[in-house]
């Protein structure tokens, strides 16, 4: 770093594009002066309809890349909705399992979790040439989807085949990725890690986007693992494909994965040093003579006037700082010439407790992760390929603190779920997870759905519940071994709720209820806490009051009441809870007078609470 001054007026174009890289890196290029704006692609941030450009530059171009773009700003009106009777301690667990197209769920957490999320962890398609990859073509209709792609799931999942005879094989892949890619980014802390487990197949262009939609500043690491034990004999092609990959991206450039832990076993006070325990180190240089002469000398132990000759590589220290060195009586000399001086390392100088951290993972592999599955589910073999749960662990340690939140969009099998209430239970952490996966149906052909399974979730949400029995039995930790289920679905408003002016006023019983007859309170307060960013994981309590459900959020964040027949009498108790949000239908007022009569009465006894209408 210069001490120089810059004897000049801030550059406020440069300070411009590194704003707006903040906001939007994917919009930095090169060009033959340095970084700039891609103005064709920051049109199309701006917009709701595609932007034709054709300036040359550097970039990763593929069919279909614009339309990802505009496909992950579109908003949405799909909400999420609880079902309590799949969840486990449903009111107070502040874990979530989400049912639906990751692309959607991803939009509806923007507010709530914006910023929150310490960690994400997804293994996606591998893109093999057998994988069905998430079709999401925004300018059709469902029916024309259909006569389109031929073939939707049971549940009308976009999900298509994409083999490697496609003539869109590569693009389609990257088309889904994209626009997924850049909603997670902003759920991402400032200090968030992104671990994207990924094959031989597509981890080439995988770094392309990232570094699009991270920026480059933003890679990390490239963790290989093997996954193989045993050499594939059968393989086609004569190569063994033993290791997989896991592509790592930061928010901000001053994040850092956290490292190997360093082994404090080293360290002893034999000579009952005031200073503390010590370890030998080594003092031994890097440069050879004719790169740095300065640390090559002989070195003389003054005591004993012992010489000891200088190594090939000379040492670490200049004379001057190796003599304040000696004089502090840091360097250890042996009784012998042909010794070598070595320096007294304290533990009390250590400036972090990790080390360096290896990108070769040797340890763990896929056969662990079938055969945890195998031993949960009695023997039976439900999923294939689960990732391993001691891999997901490592990632996790290098990624989050005790008490983070965690979010896989393509949970699979929930193998990061189980992994994470395993480290809770070792280390007494807090760390909360967020599920989401696409109900996939199961082949009729399998043993999973002769077992009883109809689609990945029914799976998924099976293998947390087993797994937290199992851990809780062997450890009898103390941690949130519960989730709370949602299931993403179309709004619980009315069409008429969004789109009034389509509406003719002769059409009067649309007006009397905006919202779906076969909704509940706890679907609306879901879409709620949505709309109002509130996290879905705060804790509920149901009250009665005056007769009425009453739904009260994290103490007295917020308290809902969509039943019908609210009145001032009503609006006195619910103020003395002074809570910060309060929320009612419109139907649950016998009239206009009466809902103004309540707003006014809230804001003269609980002047603090803000309340809204649906």
């Known amino acids: 770093m210069t001490d120089k001054l810059d004897m000049a007026s801030p550059d406020m174009v440069s300070k411009n594009i590194e704003m707006i890289a903040d906001l939007f890196p994917n919009c930095i290029t090169e060009t033959a002066e340095g970084k700039a704006i891609d103005f064709d692609l920051l049109k199309q941030e701006l917009s709701h309809e595609i932007i034709e450009g054709t300036k040359e530059r550097y970039r990763l171009e593929w069919p279909g890349k614009k339309e990802a773009i505009v496909t992950a700003n579109l908003p949405t009106t799909k909400t999420l909705r609880p079902v309590r009777k799949d969840s486990v301690d449903f009111d107070t667990t502040e874990n979530l399992y989400i049912e639906g197209d990751n692309l959607e769920v991803l939009k509806l957490l923007q507010e709530s979790y914006l910023g929150k999320i310490k960690m994400i962890y997804i293994d996606p398609p591998y893109n093999t ?314 082949d009729e052909n399998t043993e999973a759905k002769r077992a009883g399974y109809n689609n990945i979730c029914e799976i998924g949400k099976d293998r947390i519940r087993r797994a937290a029995k199992k851990i809780k039995a062997e450890t009898n930790a103390v941690i949130d071994y519960g989730f709370r289920v949602y299931r993403l679905d179309e709004s619980n408003m009315q069409d008429v709720y969004y789109r009034p002016q389509d509406y003719k006023q002769d059409n009067l019983e649309l007006f009397a209820d905006n919202v779906k007859h076969d909704r509940t309170g706890d679907d609306l307060l879901a879409q709620v806490m949505l709309d109002w960013g509130l996290p879905l994981s705060l804790k509920i309590e149901q009250l009665k009051i005056s007769g009425k459900q009453v739904f009260k959020v994290a103490e007295n964040s917020l308290m809902a009441c969509f039943d019908k027949g609210i009145d001032e009498a009503f609006a006195k108790e619910i103020a003395g809870h002074k809570p910060m949000r309060v929320v009612f239908r419109d139907a649950s007022f016998k009239d206009d007078t009466a809902k103004e009569n309540v707003k006014q009465l809230l804001k003269q006894l609980s002047p603090e609470t803000e309340m809204r209408v649906i």
């Open 129 to 442: 040439g057998n994988d069905f990859v998430y079709r999401d073509n925004f300018s059709q209709d469902t029916q024309e989807f259909k006569e389109d792609s031929g073939q939707v799931d049971e549940y009308s999942q976009r999900l298509i085949a994409n083999p490697d005879t496609s003539g869109r094989y590569h693009s389609d892949w990257l088309t889904m990725m994209y626009p997924r890619l850049k909603l997670a980014r902003n759920l991402l802390a400032d200090d968030g890690l992104i671990f994207i487990s990924i094959g031989d197949d597509e981890v080439h262009n995988l770094r392309k986007i990232c570094d699009e939609v991270f920026g480059e500043t933003g890679f990390s690491a490239s963790f290989i693992w093997k996954r193989r034990q045993i050499v594939d004999s059968r393989s086609k092609t004569g190569v063994s494909t033993d290791h997989e990959y896991c592509l790592v991206y930061k928010k901000n450039n001053n994040v850092r994965i956290r490292g190997g832990e360093k082994d404090l076993n080293k360290y002893a006070n034999p000579d009952n040093d005031p200073r503390g325990p010590w370890m030998s180190d080594n003092m031994v240089g890097l440069a050879t003579k004719d790169q740095r002469p300065n640390l090559h000398y002989d070195l003389v132990n003054p005591s004993t006037n012992i010489k000891y000759d200088c190594p090939p590589t000379g040492w670490r220290y200049e004379p001057k700082r190796m003599k304040e060195l000696i004089s502090n009586g840091e360097v250890l000399f042996p009784a012998k010439e042909d010794g070598r001086p070595r320096r007294k390392k304290f533990l009390k100088d250590l400036n972090e407790d990790f080390t360096g951290f290896s990108t070769m993972l040797k340890t763990v592999y896929n056969t662990q992760g079938t055969r945890e599955l195998r031993t949960l589910f009695d023997e039976h073999e439900y999923f294939d390929f689960p990732k391993p749960t001691d891999l997901i662990k490592i990632f996790i340690e290098q990624g989050v603190e005790k008490d983070s939140i965690i979010l896989d969009f393509f949970s699979g099998s929930a193998t990061t779920a189980h992994a994470t209430m395993q480290l809770n239970a070792e280390d007494t952490g807090s760390r909360k997870y967020i599920m989401v996966q696409l109900p996939e149906a199961i």
